[in-house]
């Protein structure tokens, strides 16, 4: 990346870079005993209010913590009998942030006995002992902020019945901790950890009956995260469904404790609330999970659906939502989606993927055409790869991405792996046509390197047998360049069966029982190897990509997904 495309990141380099010159005094500050004074105040005794947490709890988790076996994001660490686990090596920077976060709580919760008991009880004395001051990482505003999320949700397995003086010092840290989540939630990673920090500053001032200031602050700074990161449309601004989901849990969480406790939510909470699950539904695949844009992966089908229960309004998703750029074609049981959009902007880019025009396919409960997902924390080495446009259902032009991936070096190690550049412009519209609804996109990624536009339209038929498709690569003025190759991939979920049909054409036996047939002009269709993420193992999977070459005149290539009907 050239120099002048660095010059717009200056000013967030130069922040990025004084918080991290500054943070050794920071952490020597907050240790110190006058700004501990700031953390003292009136103690509460007991929890008011325990939220109830949509995320899955599974049992086996809870069963390997209780033999000792601590997994967090696909690493193990296995801790010998007398030994704490919070004086071993951490594997990962994700795993040291997900024990700290206290993950292991909501499996012991949903195990109970005394055996998880006893071992909840006496990891939680030992993460006192040893942290109960401030450090960096371990008081990381988000970091604290799913500790006690945590706390609050699952407290019931450790404090009832809990010895006084081991009670006294939890209720003790929990107040130092929440007051200090007070002063710095700002300091989150802009993004979604800052709208949890402000939602968890808010829940606290609910489940802790110590400061009613507390609550009223954490209620001021969620709506205003709520204003800067959901769309007037109920998207999350980076994009991502599955970073929707996550802001759609925190809200259902703060408004259940308001109204537990009898408090109205505010206007902007209540609002963005219902905005945010028609939007949720707008992302479902008949199967309930997520699709897969910009890092999101499917989601837990079961924690979903006991999301969205909690919405009273029941409001539908649109066909077309305009702020997030996708476009919903839905006809009979076949649902296709279509993404319209442009890179987000700034820290909102970091787990955003290049996937301009890009669509994902379904058929009743089966997929059929799937972006290839998101390694995220378990699979960090895939990262790179599926960021890219070939790992999405898209053309891909010259084997370049429609957007980059800030590189290696002093940027990248100050604001991320951030995508920057990509469409400027995109276009997008919805029209009737005789063969049903189409849903066009265009965008202009690859406009200044390459002098070419991408079109693509898509049309459902009516009954929602028929896919039919078109990609252009339209010149823009005079500097196109041609002999350039291109792919247009088709990424097909691994429960599908792909086999070649006699006479050319893709046969796809889907696994409810369904065939449907592939067929494509305008280049070479070929049958390759793919990867699939969507869960929380990598799959082996199939794609169908149609290969050729630019000329002088627009390069049109023509495609149908067709259900073979008996």
């Known amino acids: 990346m050239q120099a002048q495309q660095l010059l717009p990141l200056l000013p967030e380099l130069t922040r990025a870079g004084v918080r991290r010159g500054i943070a050794p005094f920071q952490t020597w500050w907050r240790r110190g005993w006058v700004y501990r004074r700031f953390l003292k105040g009136q103690l509460a005794d007991h929890i008011v209010f325990h939220p109830w947490d949509a995320l899955p709890r599974r049992l086996e988790d809870a069963d390997s913590l209780l033999r000792g076996r601590f997994r967090f994001h696909g690493q193990s660490v296995d801790v010998p009998d007398g030994v ?23 499996a012991l919760s949903t195990a109970g006995g005394d055996t998880a008991r006893r071992l ?18 371990v008081w990381a505003p988000h970091v604290m902020a799913r500790r006690l999320t945590h706390v609050f949700s699952h407290g019931r397995l450790v404090i009832l019945n809990s010895e006084m003086m081991w009670r006294s010092r939890l209720f003790v840290s929990l107040r130092e901790q929440c007051r200090m989540l007070e002063r710095i939630s700002m300091e989150a990673p802009d993004g979604l950890p800052r709208l949890e920090s402000a939602a968890v500053l808010a829940l606290s001032g609910i489940c802790l009956d110590d400061s009613r200031k507390r609550l009223e602050t954490g209620l001021a700074r969620l709506e205003s995260e709520i204003e800067r990161q959901i769309l007037p449309d109920g998207g999350h601004v980076s994009r991502s469904p599955e970073a929707l989901l996550s802001a759609y849990r925190h809200v259902i969480m703060v408004m259940e404790a308001l109204s537990a406790v009898n408090e109205e939510p505010p206007h902007g909470l209540r609002n963005a609330h219902d905005r945010m699950a028609p939007m949720l539904r707008f992302f479902r695949h008949a199967d309930g999970a997520l699709a897969l844009f910009n890092g999101g992966a499917e989601g837990d089908p079961r924690m979903i659906a006991g999301l969205l229960a909690r919405d009273d309004i029941r409001g539908q998703p649109f066909h077309h939502a305009r702020h997030s750029a996708y476009q919903r074609l839905t006809a009979g049981r076949t649902l296709c989606l279509l993404d319209c959009g442009k890179t987000p902007d700034g820290a909102f880019a970091l787990l955003a993927h290049a996937g301009a025009g890009a669509f994902e396919l379904s058929s009743g409960n089966d997929r059929i055409v799937v972006n290839c997902g998101s390694g995220g ?27 980059q991936i800030l590189p290696p070096g002093i940027a990248r190690d100050l604001l991320g792996p951030r995508l920057m550049e990509g469409p400027k412009e995109p276009v997008s519209r919805r029209v009737e046509t005789a063969q049903g609804w189409a849903a066009e996109a265009m965008h202009d990624a690859y406009a200044q390197r390459f002098g070419l536009r991408h079109e693509r339209q898509i049309t ?3 009954q929602g047998l028929m896919v039919t498709g078109r990609d252009r ?39 409810g029982g369904e065939g449907w047939r592939f067929r494509a002009g305008g280049g070479t269709l070929e049958v390759e190897e793919s990867v699939y993420l969507g869960g929380p193992t990598v799959r082996r999977a199939e794609q169908l990509v149609i290969s050729g070459v630019t000329r002088d005149s627009p390069a049109e290539i023509a ?3 067709e259900q073979i009907v008996a």
């Open 460 to 462: 459902l038929s009516p």
């Open 120 to 137: 909840a009880t006496n990891l939680i004395g030992q993460w006192i002992k040893r942290h109960g001051k401030y450090s960096q990482a």
């Open 473 to 511: 690569l339209v010149p823009v003025g005079e500097q196109s360049v041609p002999g350039l190759n291109f792919a247009v991939r088709f990424h097909i979920h691994p429960d599908v069966r792909v086999s070649r049909l006699d006479g050319g054409g893709i046969l796809l036996k889907l696994p």
């Open 559 to 561: 495609w149908v997904f």
């Open 84 to 106: 704490s686990v919070f004086d071993l090596r951490p594997p990962s920077a994700a795993w040291h942030e997900a024990l700290h976060g206290f993950n292991w709580l909501p």
């Open 377 to 403: 924390l378990t699979h960090q080495a895939w990262n790179a790869a599926l960021r890219a446009t070939a790992a999405h259902s898209t053309l891909t032009l010259s084997d370049t991405s429609s957007a």
